[in-house]
């Protein structure tokens, strides 16, 4: 893929998906995954693309209010462990744990007793981790802890996945700089617009598209 064509790739993922929109639904996936296991916190992990750590992109319950956009290795502790090995583990007694980062968890304020998580893997590539932590016994006897935080996983790899290609897209274009800026401004005119001027202005994007087409061949 040429320059050229990576910029127009980048502006369409970014007109198809808003992030915004992806890190509600990642904020709620660890809300309910919080409620069904009665636990004291949940949150997500995203790999972050530039320098490989792992960042909190949602968390609900204990930390939610400043520990999302902080990041540590992915190399240590359960969460690297889990994205590492690709497999879901949980540890009933952290206490006893070599996996156990305790330094990590003590320095974002809260230090569970016990933990679930699992890998969020979309086509094959490992984007993140869903942790549970103390999760109350009652709920993990009631139900299959595993098939239920594969199904939040499921849902959380593919919001994950559009969230890191918007980044990406959002990185090109400021890379672009001026040369791709009344793109970028046309883009979000026609994504602020009311139904009739979007539509308008689709109708003079293909033309312009035909005529600019017509004119290489």
């Known amino acids: 893929m040429n320059a050229n064509s990576e910029i127009v790739a980048a502006v369409s993922t970014a007109v198809v998906g808003a992030d915004h929109d992806h890190r509600v639904l990642l904020q709620s996936i660890v809300d309910t995954a919080r409620v069904i296991f009665g636990a004291s916190a949940s949150s997500i992990f995203l790999v ?3 320098h490989g750590d792992l960042v909190f992109e949602a968390v609900s319950g204990e930390g939610e209010s400043f520990l999302v956009g902080r990041r540590f290795p992915a190399t240590r502790g359960i969460a690297g462990w889990v994205l590492n090995a690709r497999d ?3 540890v009933d007694d952290l206490s006893t744990s ?6 990590i968890a003590e320095s974002t304020a809260y230090v569970p007793r016990a933990l679930m998580a699992v890998p969020l893997i979309h086509e094959d590539e490992a984007l993140g981790v869903l942790e549970v932590l103390d999760p109350e016994p009652w709920a993990r006897s009631a139900i299959d802890e595993l ?4 199904l ?5 790899s593919v919001a994950l996945r559009i969230v890191q290609r918007n980044r990406h897209a959002r990185r090109v274009l400021d890379d672009a700089g001026a040369e791709f800026g ?7 005119a026609l994504a602020d617009g009311d139904n009739g001027r979007r539509q308008a202005g689709l109708r003079l994007i293909r033309s ?4 600019l087409v017509d004119n290489k061949s």
């Open 152 to 156: 939040f996983a499921s849902q959380a």
């Open 98 to 103: 070599t996996v156990f980062a305790r330094d």
């Open 208 to 211: 312009l598209h035909e005529l």
């Open 147 to 150: 098939t239920v935080l594969t």
């Open 182 to 188: 009344d793109l970028v401004s046309i883009v979000s």
């Open 88 to 90: 879901a583990l949980i």
């Open 48 to 50: 972050n693309e530039e």
